[in-house]
C-alpha cells in the first residue's frame, strides 16, 4: 500500500543548527503513529517541516502522492493536513463556537461545515455544553479538546498533534488519547502525534518512530517497541539493572 505521507532524506536547519538529520519514513492511510523522544529531538521541527512552517534544507515531503515541501501553510492545510500545536494556541478571547469557526475558515461547503460541528460536538460534549463560553475560561483539558475540534473543522486527511498530553494530568491524558482514537476509528483518519509521554503514546498508536538529535533510530509497531528492553528501560522507565541494563545502554548509544 502507497503511503499517505512520505519522508525521504529530510534536513531541517535553524541557521548553523541542524535540527533534522536524514529522517525518512511513511505513515500508511488510517494509521495512527506516535514520534517520541526527549526535548531537543527534533519531534516539532518534523511537525512544523511537513506542516510548511519550516522548508527542508534537504529530502523530500510527499502527501497523497504530491510533493508539498516549499508550499506555504495555508495551502498544506488545504491539501488536508491539519496540526494541533503545542501548548494548544486556542484564542482566549472567542467563544468555543468562534475557534471552531475558525478551523472551517478556508470552507466554502457550508453544510458539510455543520455536518463536522455536530461530529465534533459528539467527540467532545463538553465543548457543545460551553460553546458560548469564551476559550480563556476552560480548562487545560477541554482546551486540548477545542484545538483538536479546531482542527477537524477543516476537514483534514491527516491530523498532527504536538504534545497533546502538555500540562494534564494522567486522567485527563489517558481522556485525550481516547478521543484520539475514536477520531481515528469514527472518520477513518490518520494521526501523527509527537508525544513524550512514551506509555500512553505507545499503547494508543499503531506504529511508532523514536528520535534522538534530530534522527529516527527506532521504528516499528508500537506493540513491539513496548516490549523492547531498551525501549522499556529508557523511554518507560522500566528497569531490569544488572549487567543487562549496561549492555542495553552500550547498544542505545549506538543508535545515534
Known amino acids: ?17 541542524p535540527a533534522l538529520r536524514g529522517v525518512s ?53 488545504r491539501l488536508g493536513i491539519s496540526l494541533v500545536p503545542e501548548g494548544r494556541q486556542v484564542f482566549p478571547f472567542l467563544t468555543v463556537a468562534e475557534n471552531l469557526a475558525v478551523g472551517a475558515f478556508a470552507r466554502k461547503d457550508s453544510g458539510a461545515v455543520a455536518e463536522d460541528l455536530k461530529q465534533v460536538f459528539s467527540l467532545f460534549p463538553r465543548l457543545h455544553e460551553r460553546q458560548q463560553q469564551t476559550a480563556g475560561m476552560l480548562s487545560g483539558g477541554e482546551q486540548q479538546m477545542l484545538a483538536i475540534g479546531r482542527a477537524l473543522m477543516a476537514r483534514p486527511t491527516l491530523l498532527m ?11 485527563l491524558t489517558v481522556e485525550i488519547f481516547n478521543a484520539i482514537r475514536r477520531i481515528n476509528e469514527a472518520l477513518g483518519l490518520t494521526v501523527l502525534v509527537v508525544e513524550q509521554n512514551a506509555r500512553v503514546a505507545l499503547a494508543h498508536s499503531h506504529d511508532a518512530h523514536i528520535m534522538e538529535l534530530g534522527r529516527v533510530v527506532l ?24 549487567i543487562r541494563g549496561q549492555r542495553r545502554w552500550r547498544r542505545r548509544k549506538t543508535w545515534r
Open 219 to 242: 521504528s516499528g509497531a508500537s506493540a513491539a517497541l513496548s516490549e523492547n528492553p531498551d525501549v522499556r528501560e529508557f523511554y518507560l522507565g522500566i528497569r531490569e539493572g544488572g
Open 25 to 77: 519514513f511513511g505513515i500508511e492511510k488510517g494509521r495512527i503513529v506516535a514520534v517520541l523522544g526527549a526535548n531537543g529531538a527534533g519531534k516539532t521541527t518534523l511537525l512544523r517541516t511537513i506542516a510548511g512552517l519550516v522548508d527542508p534544507r534537504v529530502g523530500t515531503v510527499k502527501f497523497a502522492g504530491g510533493t508539498i515541501h516549499g508550499r506555504d501553510p495555508d495551502k498544506v492545510v
Open 1 to 17: 500500500m502507497a503511503a499517505l505521507l512520505e519522508l525521504n532524506n529530510i534536513e531541517t536547519w535553524y541557521g548553523p543548527i
Open 161 to 171: 498533534l504536538d504534545e497533546p498530553s502538555l500540562g494534564l494530568s494522567p486522567l
